[in-house]
């Protein structure tokens, strides 16, 4: 389920807001408990840029999210709309047992109740890429299991 152009602009816009977000946001912005930058005991991280506590709402969330190589997320269920542009490297994007190559520039996504897996090759580098989670929350309740690095 990949889009190349047709969400080009809107992601495009998004990466623009979660960087003006992330550069000015103060010290405790950052310290919100739904912002800053979390790491799994696996290895991947998860910055948080943009959440209710600066965007004002919770209708949409906004992380950068890195895989270290040979990283596998195990098959899991998201309770938000789930959608990833791949910023750098390559990314096994698997949903419903259907996988796809994401690169970068490539848009996946997930939905409820849909199941996903998001693996990255041994043999590579780390992958990152912006994730939007709509309605908001989903990324706070993942880095809420994760032990918060900044």
Not at 13 to 21: E, N, P, Q, R
Not at 50 to 74: D, H, K
Not at 95 to 107: A, F, H, K, Q, R
């Amino acid at each position: 389920m990949t889009r190349r152009v047709g969400l080009a602009l809107s992601v495009a816009a998004a990466l623009g807001l979660a960087a003006g977000f992330a550069a000015g946001r103060s010290t405790a912005a950052v310290q919100a408990a739904d912002l800053g930058r979390f790491v799994s005991t696996s290895g991947t991280e998860l910055e948080l840029l943009l959440s209710e506590s600066n965007l004002g709402g919770g209708e949409i969330q906004i992380g950068e999210i890195t895989w270290p190589p040979g990283a596998n997320s195990g098959n899991h269920l998201h309770g938000a709309t789930e959608v990833f542009y791949v910023l750098e490297g390559e990314l096994e994007h698997v949903v419903d047992g259907v996988s796809e190559m994401l690169g970068p520039g490539d848009l996946g996504f997930v939905r409820p109740p849909s199941e996903v897996n998001h693996i990255t090759s041994p043999d590579g580098g780390p992958v990152r890429a912006l994730v939007i989670w709509a309605p908001g929350g989903e990324g706070t309740r993942i880095a809420g299991n994760w032990r918060r690095i900044e």
